[in-house]
């Protein structure tokens, strides 16, 4: 089993900037894609970005392309979710979670493994 631990959420205004980190243990990190999802009040989970197993490649929602970038250190077995120009519209729960594939899936059944979250709020 894997564990995964967010840190680096708290509160920005609207423009300002936010790196997000997910620190994994307990299983192999660099055999698998890694991804950020985010949940805000009253709606569903939704994918954000997410990475291959070596870090060639990447993907992102429509929402955060160009703003957001996805990184991994896998000799640090850690995943980045830098966020610039952060909007009000971006505050939601973000989760980080591990693939069941080496790729960089977009899809939330994809995702076998889950953090607790870290809390991001944008104010205006």
């Known amino acids: 089993q894997v564990q995964l631990v967010e840190s680096g959420g708290g509160l920005v205004q609207a423009g300002g900037s936010l790196r997000l980190s997910c620190a994994a243990s307990?299983?192999?990190?660099?055999?698998?894609?890694m991804g950020w999802f985010r949940q805000a009040p009253g709606k569903e989970r939704e994918f954000v970005a997410s990475?291959?197993?070596?870090?060639?490649?990447?993907e992102y929602a429509d929402a955060v392309k160009g703003r957001f970038t996805v990184s991994r250190d896998n000799v640090k077995n850690r995943v980045d979710l830098q966020m610039n120009s952060l909007e009000p519209e971006d505050t939601a729960i973000y989760y980080c979670?591990?693939?069941?594939?080496?790729?960089?899936?977009?899809?939330?059944?994809?995702?076998?493994?889950w953090g607790q979250g870290t809390q991001v709020t944008v104010s205006s």
């Open positions: 979670a591990r693939s069941i594939s080496m790729y960089a899936a977009t899809h939330g059944s994809a995702f076998g493994s």
């Open positions: 307990g299983r192999t990190f660099d055999n698998a894609g």
């Open positions: 990475i291959s197993w070596n870090g060639e490649s990447t």
